[in-house]
């Protein structure tokens, strides 16, 4: 028996063994026969005509970004986990109100999701960054990191691609309509017959019951994530409170049965809690989830207290941030929450996953342990699986795909010679030396051994919209299945009580999710990947642990995340095609950002940010840096409403201190010699 045992074993061992090293250039050459296929020069790029807010273009280009047509393509369509609607339901879904399809390339660009033409990695002719995405031998629509990193600017009739640049969806308008046309196929009958017979001709589904069932699933799962992220201030085009979003579809899934009830008991009787929770066990599946929160939302006091119960407000909407150099950061995330060094990439991009409905199969489970064993209760104990849809095989190839990818230069063969004035660009390196080297180092964009130090500016000194780099930090969350797990944090590890703050249940559950192999293989197989993922995402990874840099509150045992409370300054190459500006988006060009947030009072020449505009057109201003923000019917930004401030980050517009020099503010030709800088890098 033992001798057989240690055969098996053995044999085990040799399988994964070869797995480590067939796999890994099994997937290289798969990569690189994908890149010969798709050797597009266009990128699969599609034409407008004319949209809603009168944009068009009838030419796509694409800048040098040091990635090749395959290169591009390839990012749009690796798939990393993302389950938004079985992949039949999006291909046979209508708009609502119409029997137009929803996915059309003119209903997609509405949202200002970029739309494409059928290729070989893409033959539905899906908008950049939607993919078809598998999960337990089912096929969903699923986002790749292009949906929200893919920008495009457009100048007379010219569209630009930029690789990794700040996506300009409207993802919340894009759901709020989807759940439309979810809501429409189950309550109208002539809809839903349309839409049954489209999917069953599909094939996927065996039946029309089937059908009508993930119907119901679907259409509630929509609801109820547009009702637990409801945000009082709207977001519009190019802005997403993402990590609000992803807190709470993690607080969402870590909920389990104790807990709920314990808490449900304030408000409601036992009648009406054991009616909600019928049928559930300890832990709580996805669509247990949902139909508790249906059965328990039935007024809008209930939605506003169990909203402020169990999650955090999603009204901290900020721009997409730009993907050029990440890898090379020693810290990401606009208030330097995700760590670069050693796993760290990886659990960032889990967490960007769960945010884009990545499926979340947490579940108690007997499972094998040694201690248990040793302690003398038994070989088996109960403990809670991760299992998720995250493919964190992707995610890896994703990051290292990154590295190489460089920021785009200002085309001058597009807006002009004359764009740049060399004796301009001159004065405003010194300018720039004098105002903004301490927080924005310069960099060579195609050096490979390039690093970026991230300057942390506590919210004091940068003064800019506080609410994104508070909600990090203040907010408490039910614990749940993660209850006395330990994690660790800069001052030391943190025993997750029954509440704990959501930055640390946040990592734990990422990093919980990392270590769980991949339900959807082989037993062989996902040990193979998994050793092999961990492995390659260690010794790729040169990013090692470093102390943040900058003017901030340092993290203490009493507040272990307080150096969360600041706003992170980068490199600047390529920041011309980043618009909309500062984290939150609240000012529109690079030129309006050289002005003071206010104008003086009586002063009528003065220049200042304005407090409202436009966004929503492609259309570029080269001589503002910025996407046009006014003379069309776009979504209104308003400065004023919470979680907009413009102000903030004025160096150069007002009058500083630094050290013993007294720095007065930029005049006009000033602010334009510093701007053609910035236009160089």
């Known amino acids: ?197 489209e999917v069953l001709a599909r094939g996927a589904y065996a039946s029309a019951a089937d059908v009508i069932g993930d119907i119901g699933v679907y259409t509630l799962r929509l609801q109820s994530y547009n009702l637990i992220n409801n945000s009082p201030t709207a977001y519009g085009y190019a802005r997403l409170d993402a990590f609000g979003r992803i807190y709470n579809r993690t607080l969402e899934h870590l909920l389990n049965r104790y807990q709920l009830e314990a808490v449900l008991r304030n408000r409601y009787s036992p009648a009406r809690i054991a009616d909600a929770l019928a049928g559930v066990g300890e832990t709580l599946t996805s669509v247990q989830r949902d139909q508790i929160i249906a059965r ?198 943190i025993l997750l009580d029954k509440k704990a703050p959501i930055a640390a249940l946040l990592t734990k559950a990422t990093m919980s999710v990392l270590e769980t192999r991949d339900p959807d293989k082989s037993f062989v197989q996902r040990w193979a990947e998994w050793l092999n993922n961990m492995y390659k995402a260690y010794s790729d990874n040169e990013i090692k642990p470093s102390n943040k840099q900058g003017n901030y509150t340092i993290d203490t045992t009493i507040d272990p995340y307080a150096s969360l409370r600041a706003y992170k300054g980068r490199a600047l190459n390529g920041i011309w095609a980043t618009s909309p500006y500062l984290h939150n988006g609240s000012v529109p060009t690079l030129y309006d950002l050289l002005l003071p947030a206010q104008c003086a009072v009586g002063d009528k020449e003065a220049e200042c940010r304005p407090a409202k505009f436009r966004t929503g057109s492609r259309e570029f201003d080269p001589v503002k840096v910025g996407l046009r923000s006014d003379g069309y019917d776009g979504f209104l930004f308003d400065t004023a409403l919470a979680g907009n401030s413009n102000a903030g980050h004025e160096y150069g517009t007002v009058v500083r201190v630094n050290g013993a020099q007294t720095l007065q503010p930029l005049n006009k030709d000033e602010r334009l010699d510093l701007l053609d800088y910035l236009k160089a890098q």
């Open 296 to 493: 328990l939302a039935t007024t809008q006091d209930d939605i506003d207290w169990l909203r402020a119960e169990f999650f955090i407000d999603a009204d901290a909407p900020v721009s997409y941030p730009f993907l050029w150099d990440v890898p090379q950061h020693d810290v990401v995330q606009w208030n330097g929450l995700g760590n670069n060094a050693g796993l760290g990439p990886l659990g960032r991009n889990a967490g960007e996953v769960i945010g884009v409905f990545g499926t979340l199969n947490w579940h108690e489970k007997d499972t094998f342990s040694l201690g248990s064993l040793l302690s003398g209760k038994g070989l088996m104990q109960k403990a809670i699986q991760f299992d998720s849809s995250v493919n964190i095989e992707n995610l890896r190839l994703i990051e290292s795909h990154l590295g190489s990818l460089q920021s785009p230069q200002w085309p001058r063969e597009v807006f002009g010679a004359a764009s740049i004035d060399p004796a301009r660009v001159l004065r405003g390196e010194r300018l720039f030396n004098q105002h903004c080297a301490s927080c924005h180092a310069s960099i060579d964009r195609r050096s490979p051994a390039r690093r970026i130090v991230a300057h942390m500016s506590g919210l004091d000194e940068v003064g800019t919209d506080s609410t994104m780099a508070d909600n990090s930090v203040r907010y408490l969350g039910y614990s749940g299945i993660l209850r006395n797990e330990y994690v660790g944090a800069n001052v030391g590890n």
């Open 1 to 197: 028996m033992v001798r057989r045992l240690l055969k098996h074993w053995l044999l085990g061992i040799v399988l994964i063994l070869i797995l480590v090293l067939v796999v890994p250039p099994l997937i290289v050459a798969l990569f690189h026969h994908q890149q010969k296929s798709d050797a597009d020069p266009g990128r699969g790029a599609a034409l407008v005509t004319e949209d809603l807010f009168g944009d068009s273009f009838t030419r796509v280009a694409y800048l040098d970004q040091n990635w090749k047509p395959q290169d591009s393509l390839w990012f749009y369509t690796i798939t990393q986990g993302s389950n938004l609607l079985p992949y039949d339901f999006f291909m046979a879904l209508e708009q609502p109100g119409t029997t137009g399809l929803f996915r059309s390339s003119e209903h997609m660009n509405r949202f200002r999701y970029l739309p494409q033409r059928a290729t070989p990695s893409n033959p539905d002719a899906l908008p950049v960054g939607f993919v078809k995405d598998g999960y337990l031998n089912k096929d969903y629509v699923g986002l790749t990191c292009a949906a929200c990193h893919t920008a495009q600017i457009n100048y007379r009739g010219l569209a630009m691609r930029i690789d990794g640049g700040p996506g300009g969806a409207d993802m919340v308008g894009f759901l709020q309509a989807l759940t439309a046309s979810m809501k429409a196929v189950r309550d109208e009958p002539a809809v839903q017959q349309r839409f049954v017979k």
